[in-house]
C-alpha cells in the first residue's frame, strides 16, 4: 500500500501516529510524500481532490479521508494493539468517545490556530476553549491513566495529538490562545502528547513547527498591506483605481458633496453567502482597523463605500489597499495565496 502525504499536515499525522503504534512499517504502508500542487496521477486516480493523505490499497483502488484511514489500518495483520479496541464495544465506545472529544474540544483548538490573526475568530475560539478545558479535565479524571487509551494512544488520542502539539506551538506564536492551566489534567495530557509526538520522529522539527504555526496565525498579506498603507490623501484617486487595473476593476471614484470616495456593488449568490461575506467583511475590518460604510439589498447585494474622513475628506492609499481586499474576498470567495 501507498500512502500519499505532505510533511506539515496534522491530518496525515492521525495516520502516520496509526501507523506508529499499531507497528506498521513500510514494507507495508509505503509513505510517499507529494507536492499538493502537483499530485501524482496515481492518486488523482482515486482521490480527484487531490488531498492528504490519501491511501493506495492497490493501483486504482483506494480512499482519502484520516479517519476512514486510520480504521482501515486498524483492521490489517500488525504486531502493534489495535487503537479502537478489540471488541464490537470497545470500537462503538472508542468512536462515540472521539465524536464528543472533537466537538467539546477540537473544534475550538481548530478554530484558534487557524485563525489566521483575525482577532474576533481567536476571541470567540478561546471563550469555547476555557468551556472545553474544564470539560476535559473531567473526563481526564474519570480515565485516571496517562493516556486515553490507557498505557497507550488509542483512536481517540491519535486523533487529537497533531492538533494538541500545533496548539502547543500556536500558544508560543500567540501567548493570547487559551491553553491548559498549569498542572490541571488536561494541562499534562497535553504534555505527554508533545513529547510523545516529538519522540515518534514523525513531525516537523521545532523551528518548522513554529513556523507553520506563525504561518497559519499571521494576518494574509492582503490585511498586511492595509494596514501598512498611509492615510494621506491621493491626489487622483481616479488614476490610482486605473492603475490597479483588474484589482480594483469593480471599483469607482464618486463625489458625494464633501469630496471623493470609493464605490463598488457586489452581488449575493445566495443568502448564505451574504451572511459569510458579511461576517467576513466585519472581522476584516477590525483586522486592519479601517472601516467601510455598506448598505444590503435585501442580502442580494451589497453596496460598499470607502472614504477615509480625517484630517479630511478623501480617498487614501489606505482606502485603495482596503478596496483591493474586499474585491478579492468578494469576487473570489477566498484571498489567493
Known amino acids: 500500500m501507498k500512502l500519499y502525504t505532505i510533511p506539515a499536515c496534522p491530518f496525515v499525522h492521525r495516520v502516520l501516529l496509526t ?14 510524500p507529494i507536492a499538493l500542487d502537483q499530485p501524482p496521477a496515481a492518486l488523482l486516480a482515486i482521490n480527484p481532490s487531490g488531498s492528504v493523505p490519501t491511501l493506495e490499497v492497490e493501483p486504482g483502488a483506494g480512499f482519502h479521508e484520516s479517519l476512514i484511514i486510520m480504521e482501515f489500518l486498524d483492521g490489517v495483520t500488525a504486531p502493534g494493539p489495535r487503537i479502537y479496541g478489540n471488541s464490537p464495544l470497545e470500537i462503538a465506545k472508542t468512536k462515540v468517545l472521539w465524536e464528543t472529544i472533537n466537538n467539546q474540544v477540537l473544534m475550538p483548538i481548530t478554530a484558534a ?15 469555547k476553549l476555557k468551556n472545553a478545558w474544564t470539560w476535559f479535565d473531567r473526563l481526564l479524571n474519570q480515565h485516571q491513566t496517562p493516556f486515553l487509551g490507557g498505557q497507550g494512544l ?11 502539539n500545533r496548539l502547543y506551538f500556536a500558544n508560543k506564536v500567540q501567548p493570547a ?9 488536561a494541562f499534562q495530557y497535553m504534555q505527554r502528547i508533545v513529547t510523545v509526538c516529538k519522540k515518534t520522529g514523525l513531525f516537523p522539527d521545532d523551528s518548522s513547527m513554529y513556523q507553520s504555526a506563525l504561518h497559519f496565525l499571521t494576518p494574509h498579506p492582503l490585511f498586511n498591506e492595509v494596514q501598512n498603507a ?12 486605473a492603475q490597479a487595473g483588474e484589482q480594483l476593476s469593480k471599483w469607482s471614484v464618486d463625489f458625494d458633496g464633501k469630496g471623493d470616495c470609493l464605490k463598488a456593488t457586489f452581488e449575493f449568490t445566495s443568502h448564505a453567502d451574504a451572511v459569510q461575506k458579511i461576517t467576513w467583511l466585519h472581522d476584516a475590518q477590525e483586522i486592519c482597523d479601517h472601516h467601510t460604510s455598506f448598505t444590503l439589498k435585501d442580502f442580494s447585494a451589497i453596496d460598499i463605500t470607502l472614504v477615509t474622513h480625517e484630517p479630511r475628506w478623501g480617498v487614501t ?4 489597499c482596503m478596496a483591493k481586499l474586499i474585491q478579492c474576498y468578494f469576487t473570489k470567495g477566498q484571498l489567493s495565496e
Open 19 to 32: 501507523c506508529h503504534v499499531r507497528q506498521i512499517g513500510e514494507a507495508q504502508v509505503r509513505n510517499i
Open 113 to 127: 490556530i487557524y485563525s489566521g490573526g483575525n482577532i474576533n475568530v481567536l476571541r470567540a475560539a478561546n471563550e
Open 154 to 164: 488509542n483512536a481517540a488520542d491519535i486523533a487529537l495529538a497533531p492538533f494538541l
Open 177 to 185: 490562545i487559551e491553553i491548559p492551566r498549569e498542572l490541571t489534567p
Open 230 to 241: 498611509p492615510r494621506t490623501l491621493l491626489e487622483s484617486p481616479q488614476s490610482a483605481v
Open 317 to 320: 492609499s489606505k482606502d485603495i
